[in-house]
């Protein structure tokens, strides 16, 4: 990698999650309506795969960040609060040429017609990543390489880089892929359902939610999502308010020798496991795909059941919908794994709001 290293809070050690993408400057409106209308915003972090780098960081792994800002003050903000979150970031490199990316958004869901986004990211130094500037052997030592398709729109050098990173190779850790479409941010819209579907297949374990999906690939239903895409070990199909779908194989996956519960191609013995969503008092929309992933993630490498990894999922994604920003401190690991646990009934009757996250906090039931 090319240019200055930005400092890190810890010493490097070998990352158990490596993400790598873009993460901007966000710009928060102090009180909901149109961009227009709003006075004033205050500044906080975005970015798929930083939010997912943080999220694990915070849950005690050893998660590092890999990506390229400005060498401007919105660059060093980046650097410094990720690192804040315990986040490793030796891999982020700064170039003096181009400018880190912001963006401005309304305080509405992204899926209603009045949310608003205003993006600033074109030509930005996260945008002109590629192989030669992050070539695959000077990643971090990992177990996970997170990936995501908001990478692959951002230019045809970020989308070289991604082909690179998903292409098969001895020793390749598991490639995590969450689709994230987002047709705003692609020149060429008529080609990212290719593009994305694509990277999915060369994927080990994949996100998609069963909105985007249809939007993106015409495909309806989790089911028909699984036959789209055959060739992840795990496909976790996002639903919404009716929970998640995972489909998992049974053989082991290159790459994933000390990753419990990974698995190859899936074959006649494909398993199917759904895990009903939780019910929150929702403070802020923002920030639930990524928390879910990091959830998974979680569970994941600490080789818990599938079950167990969604509601994971299903948990840190609560803790984000709870708060007015895209991250926050997830719960404790023992008071995750004791909701976890619960049984079917007992965990259909949870209610969590604000401040449920907190060990003197009692979480509702209904």
Not at 90 to 112: E, H, K, L, M, Q
Not at 235 to 256: E, I
Request: aromatic share 6%; glycine share 10%; with cysteine.
């Amino acid at each position: 990698m090319s240019g200055t290293p930005a400092r890190t809070a810890d010493a490097a050690t070998a990352a158990e999650v490596v993400c790598l993408g873009e993460s901007m400057v966000t710009f928060l409106p102090s009180q909901p309506g149109r961009l227009a209308d709003v006075p004033s915003f205050g500044r906080g972090i975005g970015g798929a795969e930083s939010n997912v780098a943080c999220a694990l960081a915070a849950a005690g792994h050893r998660a590092a960040w890999v990506s390229r800002v400005g060498a401007d003050g919105f660059g060093d903000h980046l650097v410094e609060a990720i690192a804040g979150y315990g986040v490793d970031t030796c891999g982020v490199r700064r170039d003096p040429s181009r400018p880190t990316g912001i963006y401005f958004r309304t305080a509405t869901d992204r899926a209603t017609d009045v949310h608003e986004v205003a993006y600033y990211r074109a030509g930005s130094a996260a945008s002109a990543m590629s192989p030669d500037n992050i070539p695959y052997a000077t990643l971090p030592a990992t177990r996970v390489l997170h990936l995501s398709g908001i990478t692959a729109a951002l230019s045809a050098d970020c989308l070289a880089l991604l082909h690179d990173l998903t292409a098969p190779r001895p020793g390749r850790p598991l490639i995590s892929f969450d689709v994230n479409h987002r047709p705003g941010l692609w020149r060429d819209a008529d080609a990212s359902p290719g593009v994305l579907l694509d990277l999915a297949r060369r994927s080990d374990l994949v996100f998609v939610g069963e909105d985007e999906a249809e939007e993106a690939w015409g495909t309806t239903g989790a089911a028909a999502i699984r036959a789209a895409l055959p060739e992840p070990a795990t496909l976790v199909v996002k639903r919404g308010a009716d929970g998640a779908t995972v489909f998992s194989g049974t053989r082991d996956v290159p790459g994933s020798d000390d990753v419990p519960g990974t698995c190859d191609t899936p074959d006649a013995d494909d398993v199917t496991t759904t895990v009903p969503a939780l019910r929150v008092d929702v403070v802020a929309p923002v920030g639930a795909g990524d928390a879910f992933a990091a959830g998974f993630l979680s569970a994941t490498l600490r080789g818990l059941p599938v079950r167990d990894r969604v509601r994971h999922g299903h948990l840190m994604a609560a803790a984000v919908l709870t708060v007015p920003g895209d991250l926050t401190a997830p719960p404790a690991r023992a008071h995750a794994d004791s909701l976890a646990a619960l049984d079917d009934e007992a965990w259909g009757r949870l209610r969590l709001g604000p401040g449920w996250t907190g060990d003197d906090q009692e979480v509702r039931t209904t």
